[in-house]
Nanobody, 115 residues
C-alpha cells in the first residue's frame, strides 16, 4: 500500500503563487510516475502535470508555462509550483502515484483563487 499526503493548498489572490507538495510513503517502488490532477466544482477531474522517476515531465497544454512540476526522489515527494494563479484554477488538487500497474491517490488539497 502507498500513502500520499498533500500539503500547501489554501487561499490566494489572483496573480499569486502557491506550491503544493505530496509525500509518498509505504511500499515505494523505484520506477513510478507522480503528479497532480484537479477537480473544480461541477467538472471532471483533469490532469495538471505528471513527472517520471527519471524527471520527465508532462503538462496539460493549457497550464504549461504557469505551473512547474518537480520531484525529490530521495524524499519520495513531488511538488507543483503554481504561478500567476487565476480564479479558474480554483479546485481540489489531487496527488497521484503510478507504480507496478496501480494508481494511488491522495486525499486532495483545496486551492482557492479569489480576491
Amino acid at each position: 500500500q502507498v500513502h500520499l499526503v498533500e500539503s500547501g493548498g489554501g487561499l490566494v489572490q489572483p496573480g499569486g503563487s502557491l506550491r503544493l507538495s505530496c509525500a509518498a510513503s509505504g511500499s515505494i517502488f523505484s520506477i513510478d510516475t507522480m503528479g497532480w490532477y484537479r477537480q473544480a466544482p461541477g467538472k471532471q477531474r483533469e490532469l495538471v502535470a505528471g513527472i517520471t522517476n527519471t524527471n520527465i515531465p508532462t503538462y496539460a497544454a493549457s497550464l504549461k508555462g504557469r505551473f512547474t512540476i518537480s520531484r525529490d526522489n530521495a524524499k519520495n515527494t513531488v511538488y507543483l509550483q503554481m504561478n500567476s494563479l487565476k480564479p479558474e484554477d480554483t479546485a481540489v488538487y489531487y496527488c497521484y502515484r503510478d507504480q507496478d500497474g496501480k494508481r494511488y491517490w491522495g486525499q486532495g488539497t483545496q486551492v482557492t483563487v479569489s480576491s
